[in-house]
């Protein structure tokens, strides 16, 4: 996480064209491999001092979660319990669909009352995310100058999972392609979220004229104004903890 960890996933389950993805297709075709995977990435973390997560991806629901742990467990591996657990495997997941995006809040809270496990980290995939809200070919990028990781739908997903995050002292971090745009990472920070992108996004964005994230909103939508985007795009600030307010768009961008 940033200097201070890694994010680790369980590599590249998105390509199936058929069926089952991410880690429903793991369970289903590989399960040994969580185990596996997880026990190598514990071994890493008795050597170093930065935190590992261990992140199935592409989740839609609790009970992949609570079976990813299932295979986790027999394989010796303990999962910290919180910030304070040293030396143990941090867990969390990656934001890849609506699913994760409106219930991080509700599996977290599951996974310490029924598990006894704290999430450390979510990573956000703003690709796939975008895809699955919008009903986008995986292939398909951007139209011309539009964004379509600005459209409302994936900003108020993104809006809500940093609440629930910040209420949870759950580190979120945003990457993809939105992670790219420098007005998009402003966003994401408002919200109290990392951002994650190349040294190249950062050096191209700041030499280029930044586009306010409602202007880009407008057009990925082909809204013909800006007018109710407040009331979809709203987040609170986590910064300082406990003095957060709820915020329109249109505040950020004042």
């Known amino acids: 996480m940033g200097s201070r960890g890694c994010l680790f996933d369980f590599g590249d389950a998105y390509t199936s064209q058929a069926g089952p993805r991410g880690t429903a297709l793991l369970l289903e075709k590989l399960p040994e491999a969580i185990g596996f995977l997880a026990t190598l990435v514990a071994q890493a973390q008795g050597r170093h001092t930065a935190r ?72 956000i995939g703003t690709n796939d995310l975008t895809q699955f809200t919008l009903a986008r070919g995986r292939r398909s990028g951007p139209v011309g100058s539009i964004r379509p990781e600005a459209h ?27 992670a790219e745009d420098s007005s998009y990472r402003h966003f994401a920070n408002s919200l109290g979220l990392l951002a994650s992108c190349t040294p190249y996004a950062l050096i191209e964005g700041a030499s280029s004229g930044a586009v306010p994230i409602l202007d880009q909103a407008v057009p990925a939508d082909a809204l013909p104004g800006a007018h109710g985007l407040p009331g979809v795009i709203v987040w609170r600030r986590s910064t300082p903890r406990g003095a957060a307010a709820t915020e329109a768009a249109a505040d950020h961008e004042r």
């Not at 739908?153 to 999972?161: D, E, F, K, N, S």
């Open 152 to 178: 409302p739908a994936v900003l108020a997903l993104l809006a809500r999972l940093a609440a629930d995050c910040a209420d949870r002292d759950v580190t979120a971090i945003l990457s993809g392609a939105a």
């Open 52 to 123: 590992f997560v261990i992140a199935p991806p592409m989740v839609a629901s609790y009970a992949e979660l609570a079976a990813v742990i299932d295979h986790v467990t027999p394989s010796g591996v303990r999962l910290a319990s919180g910030r304070a657990s040293a030396g143990r495997l941090g867990f969390g997941w990656e934001v890849e669909t609506p699913a994760a995006a409106l219930c991080t809040g509700l599996w977290a809270d599951h996974l310490r009352q029924e598990r006894g496990v704290t999430p450390a980290a979510c990573g």
